[in-house]
């Protein structure tokens, strides 16, 4: 079998868990070096060692997205030991669902903090050795649906995932000439840890019950009623890494059993 990624690096953010864990999978299986970056050490050093079973490369690595020095330090151990990186995912992300006039400014920040600045700093740091190494690169930001349309209870949620649009945009244009490609994932519901936690949240401000949130809230809009799964969302994310030439920039792809069709 022809490995799509061997000789490749990628830097994954959120990758001990759900969608980072199993683009992190996909990759490792495509002959990729893989980093998998997250706040939680036990769950990322698990998830490696999940990789490594399996014959797989991966070293995981204690990450807190939002902070400038642990985002450098562990980009360069990344190239220190896989010598560069070739794809950055930033993936890692948090939900916190209640009315826009619920929200503490604490906890508006938190979220902009871990999706919008963990993608910049991320993205700074990684774009730097793609430039320097002059072979390109593939950069993969895990938008969502929310990127394009807006639901209750998430304001600086669908706030933060509508500017990963624009980031992947200018960085589709800069990073252009040398072959650094910018793209968004946008998927629907998938059941992940960060999901089943907001069920009931929202069963509890939607006043309705955790059946009816996942039936006529999340699933309303697809074709199917049907969640969209892990692996879906590394199929994506491996066409967008792999993909040979510089043409697929600047895009973003949703994929959500047709919620949402543009
Ligand atoms: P998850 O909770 O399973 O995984 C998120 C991971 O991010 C966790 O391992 C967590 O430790 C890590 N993380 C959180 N804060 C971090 C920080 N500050 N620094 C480093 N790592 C941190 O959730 P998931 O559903 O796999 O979500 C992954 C991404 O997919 C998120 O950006 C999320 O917004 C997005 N997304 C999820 C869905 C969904 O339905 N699950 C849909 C669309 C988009």
Redesign the pocket.
Known sequence: MVQQLAGKVAYV??G?????KAIADLYAQQGAKVVI????QE?AEAAAQDIASKGGTAMGLA????QEDQVDASVEAAVKAYGGIDILVS?????IVKPVQDFTLQEWQKMLA??LD?AFLTTRACIKHMYAQGRGGSIIY????HSKEASKLKAPYVTAKHGLEGLAKVVAKEGGPQGVRANVIC????R????DKQIPEQAKELGISEADVIKNVMLKDTVDGEFTTVDDVARVALFFAAFPTNALTGQSMIVSHGWFME
């Open positions: 953010t959120g001990a868990s759900g969608i980072g970056a997250d706040l939680k769950a990450v807190d997205v939002t993936n890692a992300g948090i939900q871990i999706q963990g895990t938008g969502s649906v998927p629907g519901y998938v992940t840890p960060l999901v």
